[in-house]
Structure formats: structure tokens, C-alpha cells
């Protein structure tokens, strides 16, 4: 998800009552809830980059390693504060035990809240390179935005109040969150299951949420190279046709792409180029966007 949606998740945990565990707890738990995608510094090296996003820092390895190096960097800000005589006299004191607990928990919400998506994410790595993705909900989740923004808003209107209770509006909106998650599931599920034939058979079914009508499903189905895309059949080629392997092993970003794409397929454009696209992000006026051209002489006798 993006990390409006992160940076939210954290701060309703905060205002549920945790960020009162211990001082710095808001810190630490929304830099936690967005800690694993410190691995987007790798679009310096674009489409490879697909290759290196969601794996190492979204793992298990990770989910032990980030929480302890944000919890030492918090502590030892609070010990450098103190030191220099610049602590704010409101802040609670600072226990390393809390302050790890809260961004253990917060960095596991990033992985829970990307497997939700289309694009997907290595949930084992370094142990697997599998890719998961539950297909529930879009990436950028305006409904979401709202409830949780608006939630966060009046809990901290609320805690200004002496005597209110502003740890329910954020509690509530979590609730709140979980149940439109379950909801968007089962949409997902039944969508599916729906599918009974398709133009380029269903091998492959992907249910893709799409922006704002998070009712709607936009279905992907067939498999080998032929997609089709909500009932119709995208400009591909069997992937039999093609040697990907040996333009895989002459392109790093044939490599990256066909290690990250669920549903690859091959374009012949007008241009003469052959490209390698994935039909769950299938545009047919964007070419730069989850596309790499094949080297010559990739798919022979394609034109």
C-alpha cells in the first residue's frame, strides 16, 4: 500500500491507547508501519528494480532486524536529548522493551497491508522468493484515507478535551478498517469463482481491484502468454514462441521483469519492438510503465 496508508495505521495504533506505553511511541510506530520500504531507494536502477522491491526488507529476516535498529535510534535520540538538556519535560520515559515491542508491531502491519494488493510481495524471503498478493484491495486506497484520516483527527481533538475518551475513535476506525478489508475480500473471492470460461482460457484468474469503486473487480484470466482483460483478448503471443531464457540470461531487465510479473505476456507493437508486459497492469497507451523490450531475435519468426 502506499505510505499515506502506513503512516495512518501507525497512528491509529498510537491514538488506541500504545503511543501511552512508553515516550516516543508515536515514532516509533509510524516509521515502523513504513520502515520496510526503505528498499525504495533500488528505482535508481528502474525496471530492475522490480526485482529488488518487497523481498529482503519485507521478510522475516527484517521484521527481526528493522524493529531493534528503530528502537536504538529512538533510545539513543531520547539519551542524546537528555544529555545536550534539550528533552521536552512532557515526554514519558523512554523503555527499550516498549519501544521495540511497538515497532515490531508496527513494521509486521507493512507486510500484512502489501500482501493486499495486485502488485504483490515476497513474504519469505530470504528462505523463498515466491510472490504473494491477495488482490483485496487497490494500492491507493482513498476510502481508507478518509476513514482512518478522519479518525486520527478526532481522537487527538478529543484528547485535547479533558475527560473524553479518544482512544475509541481510533480503536473503532481499526475495527472499522478490518471489517472493509473482509468485505473487500469476499468481493474478490466471489468475483473469482464467478469466472467460468474465458477467451484465452483461466489458468491464471486475478481479480484486480481498480481506483474508487472498490465494489468493482476488473478480471485477468488466461495463462502461457494469452491474457485477455475484462472479456477481451490482449495483443499477445505464446510465450512457447519466445526464448525468454536466452533473452533473460542477455538482459538484466528481461531478467527482473519476468521474475517479478504474475501474468507476462509478449506485445508485437507498430514499431516493430517486441515488449514484455504483465496483464495486470495493462495499459495500451503507456509503454514505459511494467514494460521492457526483448533483445532481437527473442521470439523467432514473430514479427
Known amino acids: 500500500m502506499d505510505n499515506l496508508t502506513h503512516g495512518l495505521v501507525g497512528a491509529l495504533m498510537g491514538q488506541a491507547g500504545l503511543k501511552r ?74 523503555h527499550f522493551g516498549w519501544l521495540w515491542a511497538l515497532s515490531f508491531a508496527a513494521c509486521l502491519t507493512h507486510p500484512a497491508l502489501d500482501w493486499l494488493n495486485v502488485y504483490g510481495i515476497r513474504l519469505l524471503e530470504p528462505f523463498s522468493s515466491r510472490w504473494f498478493h491477495g488482490d483485496i484491495l487497490f494500492i491507493i486506497d482513498v476510502w481508507l484515507w478518509l476513514g482512518m484520516g478522519l479518525a486520527v483527527w478526532f481522537s487527538l481533538r478529543r484528547e485535547r478535551k479533558t475527560g473524553s475518551d479518544w482512544r475509541k475513535p481510533a480503536r473503532v476506525a481499526l475495527a472499522g478498517a478490518a471489517a472493509y478489508i473482509g468485505v473487500n475480500a469476499l468481493i474478490t473471492a466471489r468475483s473469482e469463482t464467478a469466472v467460468q470460461d474465458a477467451p484465452t482460457g483461466a489458468a491464471t484468474i486475478i481479480a484486480k481491484p481498480v481506483p474508487l469503486a472498490f465494489w468493482q473487480r476488473e478480471m485477468v484470466t488466461g495463462g502461457a502468454g494469452l491474457y485477455a482483460v475484462e472479456g477481451q483478448a490482449l495483443p499477445g503471443v505464446p510465450l512457447a514462441a519466445c526464448n525468454l531464457d536466452g533473452a533473460a540470461a542477455r538482459d538484466p531487465d528481461v531478467r527482473a521483469f519476468l521474475f517479478w510479473s504474475q501474468a507476462p505476456f509478449v506485445e508485437s507493437g507498430a514499431d516493430g519492438v517486441l515488449r514484455l508486459r504483465d496483464a495486470r497492469f495493462y495499459d495500451p497507451l503507456a509503454r514505459d510503465r511494467f514494460t521492457v523490450s526483448l533483445p532481437p531475435g527473442a521470439c523467432p519468426g514473430i514479427r
Not at 524493529?67 to 538538556?85: E, I, S
Request: one cysteine or more.
Open 21 to 94: 506505553r512508553t515516550g516516543l511511541a508515536m515514532p516509533a510506530l509510524i516509521i515502523g508501519a513504513n520502515l520496510p520500504d526503505i528498499d525504495a531507494a533500488c528505482t535508481i536502477y528502474g525496471v530492475q528494480s522490480l526485482a529488488m522491491r518487497r523481498g529482503l526488507t519485507h521478510g522475516p529476516l527484517a521484521w527481526i532486524v528493522l524493529p531493534v535498529l528503530l528502537a536504538a535510534l529512538l533510545y539513543g535520540f531520547d539519551r542524546w536529548q537528555a544529555k545536550r538538556g534539550k528533552r521536552p519535560a512532557g515526554r514519558l520515559p523512554v
